[in-house]
């Protein structure tokens, strides 16, 4: 990860770690996780980088008990982190530009449970992509499944479902590359829980 970015992150760190469980876990796979799918030429790192590392930090701002798949705590966490991530990246000197931009992605992220499929919005179609992934990541499968409050095979066929309504919805996979990737998690879970 080069310098600004890491940066970026070490800020980020400590708010996470007032957030959600899991939520450093989260940041950290998908921060090595999306460069090894997604190359410079495709997208801007200096907007989807800081995306990925700032796109749950207003959770920091909202109680752990709360119900993170609420559609006004939803909300809420986008506001607060837009607000959160404007702040951190004024201080590490970015573009104004980049800093207006950056905020407009992380107050839409979640907006895929409103019905968004971010057709327009290439950084929130990678993002969503990953996002979505880490379910089913071994160490996402584990706590995302525990806050569901789902065994392994329930949680793996909502998995499933999950990401038929998304290609029903319209979110489809950036590529091709990233769908198989999907799908050898998806297959080591399947193996990994003997579904």
């Known amino acids: 990860?080069?310098?600004?970015?890491?940066?970026?992150?070490?800020?980020?760190l400590p708010l996470y770690k007032k957030g959600r469980v899991g939520d450093v876990e989260h940041i950290k796979w998908l921060s090595r996780i999306i460069?090894?799918?997604?190359?410079?030429?495709?997208?801007?790192?200096?907007?989807l980088i800081p995306v990925i590392l700032l796109h749950d930090v207003g959770y920091s701002k909202i109680s752990r008990k709360s119900n993170c798949f609420d559609l006004d705590i939803r909300r809420l966490h986008s506001e607060e982190g837009a607000k959160i991530a404007e702040k951190i990246l004024k201080e590490l000197?970015?573009?104004?530009?980049?800093?207006?931009?950056?905020k407009k992605l992380?107050?839409?992220?979640?907006?895929?449970?409103?019905g968004d499929n971010f057709a327009n919005e290439p950084v929130l179609k990678?993002?969503?992509?990953?996002?979505f992934m880490w379910s089913a990541s071994k160490k996402g499968f584990g706590i995302v499944?525990?806050?569901?409050?789902?065994?392994?095979?329930?949680?793996y066929e909502d998995i499933i479902k999950?990401?038929?309504?998304?290609?029903?919805e319209g979110r489809k996979w950036f590529n091709k590359e990233i769908e198989n990737f999907y799908k050898q998690l998806m297959r080591e879970r399947k193996k990994e829980f003997s579904i």
Not at 93 to 102: A, L, P, Q, R, V
Not at 106 to 114: E, Q, R, T, V
Not at 162 to 168: D, G
Request: glycine fraction near 0%; aromatic fraction near 14%.
């Open 1 to 12: 990860m080069e310098k600004k970015y890491k940066k970026i992150l070490e800020k980020a």
């Open 93 to 102: 000197n970015y573009s104004e530009d980049k800093i207006n931009e950056i």
């Open 145 to 155: 499944r525990k806050f569901m409050k789902m065994d392994p095979e329930e949680f």
């Open 126 to 131: 990678i993002f969503t992509n990953f996002d």
């Open 162 to 168: 999950s990401q038929k309504e998304n290609e029903k």
């Open 106 to 114: 992380i107050l839409k992220h979640d907006n895929w449970a409103f």
């Open 35 to 47: 460069t090894k799918y997604i190359d410079k030429s495709e997208i801007d790192y200096d907007i």
